[in-house]
């Protein structure tokens, strides 16, 4: 029974977010679900998507967090509308969230919503929100036997970014295994080596989400 | 409805967690509740434990996951009892999990049990095992506002290890302040500062664990 009510959630979840993307899609706005385990880099990259994508591309943001709203006022600093969403205990956004949070983001002004997930490596792969695209960051000082310890949130990304990779030097992890692994899991997933702290790699990512957007 | 179901599993959970406890301590066994995000060095610090407590204290494991058998294969080879539980997309143990682990650890060979959780800085706050502790790891690369975000998991924990300090000259952390923010949810709390890495802080951690046990 306990799988019975998880299979109605799931499913009540899906239909709301199918509601969430005709919405964007009849405002031309393209979605991104940002996921990691907890300080991997959502809002660092947040920061360098929308500085690299100045007098480009116009951005949202939607910010999730269980409490606080620290990562929103810093996004909020950048002068593009962010609107942050507290779960209130909740490990994972989900598409009725997201629906609340649609109408109070200014979907007519903006052609990109980075939507940042609550810090957890294994609840919000379960929850579509209506984005187009899921992406991972995954840090360097995880370890690189992550792939293996949460497949599933592997196996759904579109782009797993290794980040933090200005780390290397002081740290064991072999970033072919890694990529291996996850092309073990997940084969279409594109992979992106990058630094927020040192801007190393941003510049290819940012490409490829221009081309997902049919706007390169 | 959902909140009554949910009140529900807690309240078995406690139940049977009760039960556990009633069964470790009849054996003389001291359980620890080891928490963490992903990759943050709960397997580390087990290996760094088992080292230091050798020929003092007998360890036992129980390893927590997802999915995988790489942690348990890593403390399988200290030569101590480990008992791998895989939760099969489940993004925490509860009791039940751990009840049926029990019974399969040799309690009577040993006097100090160390659950690894699984990697979650969320849901593992709110099911207790039947432990006698409850510590979380947090690491320098995850930054110093994750007490704000996470705010139930620190509450809960009896100890934090602030792990990766080896890190430091690279990182921007500000360990009085992650001190300080703990502090303000969870006065009684003791701080530990170590590096897996290194070793640096391990003795003290050691310490206060051997105190906890009733042994100095």
Redesign the interface.
Known sequence: MEIK?LKDILSANEQIAERNRQLLDSKNVFAVNLMS???AGKTSLILETIKRLEGEIKVGVIEG????S?DAEVIGKEGVPVLQINTG?E?HLDANMTYNALSNVPLQDIELLLIEN??????PAEFVLGEHKKVLIS?I???D??P?????MFHKADAVLIN?I??LP??KFDTETFSQAIKGINEKVEIFQISCATGQGIEKWVSWLLVQMGRR
Not at 118 to 123: R, T
């Open positions: 009510v385990s907890p300080g967090d269980i409490s606080s620290i205990g490990c609550v810090g957890n490596l294994i609840c840090s000082p995880e370890g036997d992550k293996f310890k949460y497949p599933l933090k200005d780390l002081y740290l």
